[in-house]
């Protein structure tokens, strides 16, 4: 309950600056070839957060799944999956000292948001008698550009899933079984872009 994978902020050194750093997996990260089985278990409130891009048109990072990424099978029973969130990092703004070559005034983009409770990219997912009710998936926003030297804001990050998320790399999972299972008020949001015309400086 109330676990949290958060990536690590990019760097703010250099132009541009580093990129977030991505989360997995906010409360298990079942790795590739992993054989799981969740039985009569409860998962409450877990999260993973991208980290903010640096500076500079920086990207946001990306956030994977709020409750379990799954490399493997994975199989879930008599299980309760609530309020989860899965966000993408914000983009970095533009920031210019003084005039370079290359775009780096514009905003960077957010990051995605996949699935808010469960990504799966293994071989086989199996749920039976559980229940899924209020998870969340939000792309980063964007950041603004250089209000002098900036042209482009970011891009908002996409969100991929409220729930749950094939995300094999064929685009679909080789056994996928849901029985006697309650899914809803899953969401997903994806990230504002950011302001071309530039932000306004704080008035000191």
């Keep these: 309950e109330g676990n949290t994978a958060q990536g690590g902020d990019g760097g703010t050194f250099g132009t541009p600056g580093g990129n977030g750093g991505g989360s997995i997996g906010g409360a298990l990260y079942l790795e590739t070839g992993s054989e799981t089985s969740v039985e009569t278990s409860t998962f409450v409130g877990n999260s993973a957060l991208g980290g903010p891009g640096g500076i500079s048109a920086a990207w946001g990072g990306v956030a994977r799944a709020g409750a379990i990424l799954s490399g493997g099978s994975l199989t879930i029973v008599n299980s309760t999956f609530v309020g989860h969130i899965t966000e993408g990092g914000r983009g ?41 009710t209020g998870n969340f998936a939000s792309g980063g926003d964007g950041g603004h550009a250089d209000i002098d030297f900036g042209t482009f804001g970011g891009n908002g990050g996409s969100a991929l899933g409220g729930t749950l998320r094939d995300a094999t790399t064929r685009g679909r999972i080789d056994d996928f079984t849901l029985a006697n299972t309650i899914i809803a008020a899953g969401e997903v949001l994806r990230g504002f872009g950011g302001n071309p015309n530039g932000i306004v400086p704080a008035i000191q």
């Design 92 to 132: 970095a703004n533009g920031f210019l000292p003084f005039r370079l070559r290359g775009g780096l005034g514009d905003g960077g983009h957010g990051g995605n948001g996949e699935a808010g409770a469960i990504q799966y990219q293994g071989t086989t997912l199996s749920i039976a008698n559980s229940t899924f």
